[in-house]
């Protein structure tokens, strides 16, 4: 009885282990993986919104992102940073998303994100597959925001 049961044991952790996945969800095939890292100082008078819950800044520095940055301020000393290219599109002339208050607004269709969340608002009902915003890391030290990817 106890090898039956040692047996069994080692058949339940090994399913366990092989069911286990690092994968966070299906990779956007519309926006390229892009390495970058990117410091934003809240005493420079281009980031001083961003000191200011609900305040977003859009960042366009070369290299930061694939067509720049949207770092907010959402409360609370926690800040998100999000791809300014719109999800749901290949980099274009109208997939840079412009903001609006807090949320951000794509030109090709007119697709709206929450700059809180990076969830889509006006997700159409015509069973396609859409994709929220792509957030990087945003991380605080004093005054410094370090956004990487």
Same mark, same amino acid.
């Given at each position: 009885?106890?090898?039956?049961?040692?047996?069994?044991?080692?058949?339940?952790? $090994?399913i366990?282990l092989?069911?286990? /996945?690092?994968?966070? !969800?299906? &990779?956007?095939?519309?926006?390229?993986?892009? +390495? #970058?890292?990117?410091?934003?100082?809240?005493?420079?008078?281009?980031?001083?919104?961003?000191?200011?819950? $609900?305040?977003?800044?859009?960042?366009? /520095?070369?290299?930061? !992102?694939? &067509?720049?940055?949207?770092?907010?301020?959402? +409360? #609370?000393?926690?800040?998100?940073?999000?791809?300014?290219?719109?999800?749901?599109?290949?980099?274009?002339?109208?997939?840079?998303?412009?903001?609006?208050?807090?949320?951000?607004?794509?030109?090709?269709?007119?697709?709206?994100?929450?700059? #809180?969340?990076?969830?889509?608002?006006?997700?159409?009902?015509?069973g396609?597959?859409?994709?929220?915003?792509?957030?990087?890391?945003?991380?605080?030290?004093?005054?410094?925001?370090?956004?990487?990817?």
């Open positions: 009885m106890g090898h039956t049961l040692k047996i069994i044991w080692m058949l339940l952790v $090994g366990l092989l069911s286990c /996945s690092n994968d966070k !969800g299906q &990779r956007n095939p519309f926006l390229p993986e892009v +390495g #970058f890292r990117f410091d934003v100082d809240l005493n420079l008078p281009l980031y001083n919104p961003l000191i200011n819950p $609900g305040n977003p800044v859009y960042v366009s /520095s070369g290299g930061v !992102g694939i &067509r720049g940055v949207i770092i907010m301020n959402t +409360g #609370f000393d926690v800040f998100r940073a999000f791809e300014a290219t719109c999800p749901n599109h290949s980099p274009s002339s109208c997939s840079t998303m412009q903001i609006e208050g807090q949320v951000a607004v794509c030109s090709c269709e007119d697709f709206e994100y929450s700059l #809180f969340t990076g969830q889509q608002l006006n997700r159409p009902d015509d396609m597959r859409y994709y929220d915003m792509l957030e990087y890391n945003a991380r605080t030290s004093g005054s410094v925001i370090t956004v990487t990817n």
